[in-house]
Antibody
Framework: QVQLQESGPGLVKPSQTLSLICTVSGGSITSGDYYWSWIRQPAGQGLEWIGRMYTSGRTYISGNTNYNPSLKSRVTISIGTSKTQFSLKLISVTAADTAVYYC?????????WGQGTMVTVSS | QSALTQPRSVSGSPGQSVTISCTGTSSDVGGYDYVSWYQQHPGKAPKLMISDVTKRPSGVPDRFSGSKSGNTASLTISGLQPEDEADYYCCSYAGSYTVFGGGTKLTVL
């Protein structure tokens, strides 16, 4: 059974880069044709889709990504060095980027979610 | 792109039915049959309840059903149970991106 787990710093300074890793257990990112997404949720607010990457079988092409237009200039989603991880990088963060960050499997239907990790942007 | 529009709150008594609407545009909800619904309890990750407008994943009670008409999708919960009290989010494919609704708080009276 595939499970996801987010990890990374819980505190990031303004203007710096937020970096998170999603680790897939019970399978690998390249074990089938899947999309893998990042989604965030500020405290007391709704869900916001950040972006997705696509993997097909044993191949991964770095261009197979889509991003929320409002975040596109600051976001990169990519596969990790291990085929069981994918990452999120968000540059030039501000307090508005403070949120719980989730990784999930899917493009527009998210059937598996990580438990979420809280990231606070503060000096 | 704007978030899909959901009512901020709905309520119902145990055993009753409630419907949550999700209104988008022809570029998202109206343009594709890729609307999904999620249930989120406080402090927990969202859980998939409906996919592809009407499909119910294994393990989701058949009290939950989805539909769509034009640019508006709906989630209906019949025979309300106390454990249904949660936040509900709709989500739609929109071509090169994906968009969520603002969320609806369901209160079981």
């Amino acid at each position: 059974q595939v499970q996801l787990q987010e990890s990374g710093p819980g505190l990031v300074k303004p203007s710096q880069t937020l970096s998170l890793i999603c680790t897939v257990s019970g399978g690998s990112i390249t074990s089938g044709d899947y999309y893998w997404s990042w989604i965030r949720q500020p405290a007391g607010q709704g869900l916001e889709w950040i972006g997705r990457m696509y993997t097909s079988g044993r191949t991964y092409i770095s261009g197979n990504t889509n991003y929320n237009p409002s975040l596109k200039s600051r976001v990169t989603i990519s596969i990790g060095t291990s085929k069981t991880q994918f990452s999120l990088k968000l540059i030039s963060v501000t307090a508005a980027d403070t949120a719980v960050y989730y990784c999930a499997r899917g493009s527009d239907t998210f059937d598996i979610w990580g438990q979420g990790t809280m990231v606070t942007v503060s000096s | 792109q704007s978030a899909l529009t959901q009512p901020r709150s709905v309520s119902g008594s145990p055993g009753q039915s409630v419907t949550i609407s999700c209104t988008g545009t022809s570029s998202d909800v109206g343009g594709y049959d890729y609307v999904s619904w999620y249930q989120q309890h406080p402090g927990k990750a969202p859980k998939l309840m409906i996919s592809d407008v009407t499909k119910r994943p294994s393990g989701v009670p058949d009290r939950f059903s989805g539909s769509k008409s034009g640019n508006t999708a709906s989630l209906t919960i019949s025979g309300l149970q106390p454990e249904d009290e949660a936040d509900y989010y709709c989500c739609s494919y929109a071509g090169s991106y994906t968009v969520f609704g603002g969320g609806t708080k369901l209160t079981v009276l």
